[in-house]
């Protein structure tokens, strides 16, 4: 299994050339090409959500609780005093960071569902929803966020799959064939609770007509 820092620096190197070339091409424009950068990056880390103790987990539950307390402290700016504002923030940031990790450390199991191209497809889903909804992104960059936590992603398990193959030894490790899967089988009611949140995402997202006007806008730039 590749490390923290493999994963951040293999899914930071290609999603930041992917999102220059969005820039080069003129499909983005250069600070929402940063974002994709951040979008992608963030997908390379995703996967290991699950691995209790990991870096990644650790990252990730700080950006939610960080992203809890500014909903909260843009909440409090309009409705609430300063001293509200401030031990509500702080509730938040506490409240999400810790007991959310330890709740999903413990339904969790690492390399379990959520290591999956399904789970893939729903870290994506969240992002598009969350760009699209609380920054209130256009439609097309929503996707555009989506598809880079999606592919940032496929390319933790890809690595994670390389890394079980012994050079050395030229041979497999047991882990071989864990990293790397459609969904956990079988896992009959994680996998349905992904698919229940994937419909969520659907359903509270953008048109699917802003995605395929996103997907065609990709044909000329894989022929350059
Ligand atoms: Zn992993």
Same mark, same amino acid.
């Given at each position: 299994m590749a490390d923290f820092k493999t994963h951040i620096q293999v899914a930071s190197l290609i999603s930041g050339s992917a999102a220059g070339t969005l820039a080069w091409a003129e499909l983005v424009s250069l600070? $929402?090409?940063?974002?994709?950068?951040?979008?992608?990056s963030l997908g390379g880390i995703m996967p290991d959500i699950d691995a209790d103790t990991s870096r990644s987990m650790r990252i990730i539950f700080r950006l939610f609780a960080t992203l809890a307390t500014s909903l909260v402290l843009l909440y409090g700016r309009q409705y609430l005093s300063l001293p509200d504002t401030v031990l509500l923030g702080l509730v938040s940031y506490f409240g999400v960071r810790y007991p959310l990790?330890? /709740?999903f450390a413990r339904l969790t199991v690492h390399r379990g569902s959520l290591h999956s191209l399904l789970a893939n497809l729903v870290f994506a889903g969240i992002g598009v929803t969350i760009s699209y909804r609380l920054f209130e992104l256009s439609p $097309?960059?929503?996707?555009?966020? /989506? @598809?880079f936590i999606f592919f940032g992603a496929v390319i933790h398990l890809l690595l994670d799959?390389?890394?079980? @193959?012994?050079l050395e030894g030229r041979r497999l490790k047991s882990s071989f064939g864990t990293a790397f899967k459609v969904m956990q089988w079988p896992a009959l009611l994680p996998n349905l609770a992904l698919l229940g949140v994937l419909a969520l995402c659907l359903w509270t997202g953008p048109s699917l007509t802003s995605l395929q006007l996103v997907l065609q806008q990709l044909w000329p730039v894989s022929y350059i």
């Open positions: 600070p $929402e090409s940063g974002l994709l950068w951040l979008a992608g990790s330890w /709740g $097309e960059l929503a996707w555009w966020v /989506g @598809i799959e390389m890394y079980s @193959i012994d």
